[in-house]
């Protein structure tokens, strides 16, 4: 008798095991939501600070290339070739996302 006791115990462990996994992949599952759900704005804002230091960067180094040319900072020229090559980066980067969409 004892031993149909043990062995029912066992079995009754033995079932609860899958459901103590489910409660536990769903209470890691909520908490990674909610984790993403608070982070996410934060995703997007660094997102948006990297994209705008981009920008500076490549304006500053624009002016920089207009300037070892010989054109002074804040002349006509200075500005058409800074134009000049924001037009030129673009049509490269233009050329190679359309490369990477061809492969």
Known sequence: MTFMKLERKRW????????????AFFSLLAAFLVMFIVSF???????????????LRIAAENGLYCEKWGMKSGTREHTQCTLDLQEIRARV???????LAWW
Request: charged share 25%.
């Open 12 to 23: 009754t462990v033995i079932h609860r095991v899958p459901d103590a996994m489910q409660v």
């Open 41 to 55: 704005p934060r995703i997007l804002d660094a997102q948006a600070i990297a994209k705008r230091q981009h920008v």
């Open 93 to 99: 980067e233009q050329h190679v996302s359309e490369d």
